[in-house]
């Protein structure tokens, strides 16, 4: 059935500016606090989180963020014995395969849990969040992903206090070239966000960044939290093997990929498809750099509309259009 409807990505909107009371980007707020609906659980964090590949949601990637107040999804092949190294700002990541996954929140330290799945429309899924939810009524809990508003009431009844939206968007999946399915990002959180609010749910924009101002626009979007990976491969920090040519390159890839399923699970299943990527990520430095700059820019959208705090950037407006940028030097920048 086809659907008569406009659909957009973060490249397909720009953020209308506004007379702002705020000189600089020093005086905005980009952390604030938020309070789970079902478990009442309160934190502060900025609104960014380190998506749980096995690459970038690791220990380290946590101790280089922690002094930017940005969290990071812990990787599910983590043991219950490594995870009582978390740390409180950090999510503990389970999916329904972990025979042990009350062991793994039980040793972590924090209280904040990630229940992940590609495919997060599946009634066995929404029975396995009741399920987390009754044994741990107090911590915070994230699941998804899901695209559409539909079934959201359903994850509401589940008992999450945030639910991940995206898929087939992100950079290193291949979902929407295998299986065909998605919805464009911007629009897939935009219609989300309106009607988790209906419930007081938060709601996680993951994956779809491919430029640092897509965070903003995320936000504007109806975000609470966005969450990336690719972004932040790369790095010294982060665990991508180094790919031994003239030029500095990381071997990165997505976790649906024919290398994460044979890394983890002893190969590729014969009834499943390779909806992941492996390549080459040129070499970034410091995952510092990266951080300070994502940070920057969040706050300089926040100066260009009045955004005093993260809560008041989904007060902006946003307008459709056909280019985003003059790509007149894009082949020839040799820096920001």
């Given at each position: 059935m086809f659907k008569n409807k406009e659909y957009l990505d973060y490249s397909?909107?720009?953020?209308?500016?506004?007379?702002?009371?705020?000189?600089?980007?020093k005086d905005v707020l980009v952390s604030r606090w938020y309070i789970g609906v079902k478990s009442k659980t309160a934190f502060t964090s900025t609104p960014i989180i380190i998506a749980n590949l096995d690459t970038t949601g690791t220990f380290e990637v946590s101790r280089a963020l922690y002094k930017h107040d940005i969290s990071v999804a812990l990787h599910k092949f983590y043991t219950p014995t490594q995870l009582g190294a978390s740390r409180v700002n950090d999510w503990v990541t389970i999916g329904m395969r972990d025979t042990n996954w009350k062991e793994k929140v039980w040793c972590a330290r924090t209280h904040k849990i990630i229940i992940d799945v590609a495919n997060g429309y599946m009634v066995g899924f929404l029975e396995f969040i009741a399920k987390v939810r009754k044994a741990f009524p107090e911590h915070y809990i994230m699941a998804g992903n899901i695209c559409t508003p539909d079934i959201i009431h359903l994850y509401a009844e589940a008992g999450v206090d945030a639910i991940k939206v995206g898929i087939g968007q992100g950079a290193l999946c291949r979902t929407r070239v295998t299986a065909g399915v998605g919805v464009p990002q911007f629009t897939a959180v935009l219609d989300c966000a309106k009607r988790a609010k209906r419930f007081k749910l938060h709601v996680c924009a993951d994956g779809g960044i491919?430029?640092?101002?897509?965070?903003?626009?995320?936000?504007?979007?109806?975000?609470?939290?966005?969450?990336?990976?690719?972004?932040?491969?790369?790095?010294?920090?982060?665990?991508?093997?180094?790919?031994?040519?003239?030029?500095?390159?990381?071997?990165?890839?997505?976790?649906?990929?024919a290398t994460a399923m044979n890394k983890h699970y002893g190969g590729k299943e014969a009834h499943r498809a390779s909806e992941g990527r492996t390549v080459l990520v040129p070499y970034r430095g410091s995952i510092d750099t990266t951080a300070e700059e994502i940070l920057g820019s969040i706050r300089s959208t926040m100066t260009y509309t009045d955004s005093g705090c993260i809560e008041d950037l989904k007060k902006a407006q946003w307008i459709r259009v056909n280019n985003v940028v003059n790509n007149t030097f894009i082949n020839q920048t040799i820096g920001h």
């Amino acid at each position: 059935m086809f659907k008569n409807k406009e659909y957009l990505d973060y490249s397909d909107v720009l953020i209308k500016p506004r007379l702002s009371g705020f000189d600089s980007r020093k005086d905005v707020l980009v952390s604030r606090w938020y309070i789970g609906v079902k478990s009442k659980t309160a934190f502060t964090s900025t609104p960014i989180i380190i998506a749980n590949l096995d690459t970038t949601g690791t220990f380290e990637v946590s101790r280089a963020l922690y002094k930017h107040d940005i969290s990071v999804a812990l990787h599910k092949f983590y043991t219950p014995t490594q995870l009582g190294a978390s740390r409180v700002n950090d999510w503990v990541t389970i999916g329904m395969r972990d025979t042990n996954w009350k062991e793994k929140v039980w040793c972590a330290r924090t209280h904040k849990i990630i229940i992940d799945v590609a495919n997060g429309y599946m009634v066995g899924f929404l029975e396995f969040i009741a399920k987390v939810r009754k044994a741990f009524p107090e911590h915070y809990i994230m699941a998804g992903n899901i695209c559409t508003p539909d079934i959201i009431h359903l994850y509401a009844e589940a008992g999450v206090d945030a639910i991940k939206v995206g898929i087939g968007q992100g950079a290193l999946c291949r979902t929407r070239v295998t299986a065909g399915v998605g919805v464009p990002q911007f629009t897939a959180v935009l219609d989300c966000a309106k009607r988790a609010k209906r419930f007081k749910l938060h709601v996680c924009a993951d994956g779809g960044i491919s430029e640092y101002a897509d965070f903003s626009k995320a936000l504007v979007a109806g975000a609470d939290f966005v969450m990336a990976g690719s972004i932040f491969t790369g790095h010294d920090e982060t665990s991508d093997e180094f790919y031994n040519g003239e030029e500095k390159f990381k071997v990165t890839y997505g976790m649906s990929s024919a290398t994460a399923m044979n890394k983890h699970y002893g190969g590729k299943e014969a009834h499943r498809a390779s909806e992941g990527r492996t390549v080459l990520v040129p070499y970034r430095g410091s995952i510092d750099t990266t951080a300070e700059e994502i940070l920057g820019s969040i706050r300089s959208t926040m100066t260009y509309t009045d955004s005093g705090c993260i809560e008041d950037l989904k007060k902006a407006q946003w307008i459709r259009v056909n280019n985003v940028v003059n790509n007149t030097f894009i082949n020839q920048t040799i820096g920001h």
